[in-house]
Nanobody, 127 residues
Framework: QVQLVESGGGLVQPGGSLRLSCVASGFTLDNYSIGWFRRAPGKEREGVSCMSSSDGSTYYIDSVEGRFTIARDNAKNTVYLQMNSLKPEDTAVYYC????????????????????WGQGTQVTVSS
């Protein structure tokens, strides 16, 4: 059974940091492009950051460039999103996703057409 389980969300003050984790089971992440998405209240889901399986290339949405870092540990079958300098507008439910197709990582991230999704973890940035 293919499964992605996120953890690491919580309440943090503006300027703080969080690291989200996403553990995959039922498949190995080595051959999958991975992504982190978020949905804020009243807003559409957006691709935050994605990483290609083929060459490790990455994509970041402009609003998180320089603050967030996506990483994978294939030995642990885990994906991470390090989030620094958090802002109130980063408040959202964050989801990880994985897809085996070898498409442009920007295309995959902006379209959100990933086949496998986690259940999400809440991130709240507030003082």
């Amino acid at each position: 059974q293919v499964q992605l389980v996120e953890s690491g969300g919580g309440l943090v003050q503006p300027g703080g940091s969080l690291r989200l984790s996403c553990v995959a089971s039922g498949f190995t992440l080595d051959n999958y492009s991975i992504g982190w998405f978020r949905r804020a209240p009243g807003k559409e889901r957006e691709g935050v950051s994605c990483m290609s399986s083929s060459d490790g290339s990455t994509y970041y949405i402009d609003s998180v460039e320089g603050r967030f870092t996506i990483a994978r540990d294939n030995a642990k079958n885990t994906v991470y999103l390090q989030m620094n300098s958090l802002k109130p507008e980063d408040t959202a439910v964050y989801y990880c996703a994985a897809d085996i197709r070898r498409l442009s990582i920007a295309t995959l991230c902006m379209s959100g057409f990933f086949a496998n999704w986690g259940q999400g973890t809440q991130v709240t940035v507030s003082s």
